[in-house]
């Protein structure tokens, strides 16, 4: 679903919910930011679907590799 909006995932974590067996708590990490068009849509489509969904947050992009430690 998320693919198909063309939205990575940096990181998917599952932990199981404690007392529910069977049941688990997933942590994803996207790539771009919540203001994006495609991420917007692929969270509202998370939001129906999911027993409970939370925004954590959303971060700037780091440097590159290549300019970082750069002294001018």
């Known amino acids: 679903m998320l693919s198909a909006k063309g939205i990575n ?5 599952s932990r199981p919910i404690k007392g529910k067996q ?23 489509i998370l939001q129906q679907i999911c027993a409970h969904y939370e925004w954590l947050g959303s971060y700037p992009k780091a440097e590159s590799s290549d300019t970082v430690g750069e002294h001018v």
């Open 9 to 13: 995932l940096a990181k998917i974590e």
């Open 22 to 44: 069977w049941k688990y708590l997933f942590f994803m990490d996207l790539v771009g930011h919540i203001e994006e068009p495609a991420i917007k849509e692929g969270c509202s």
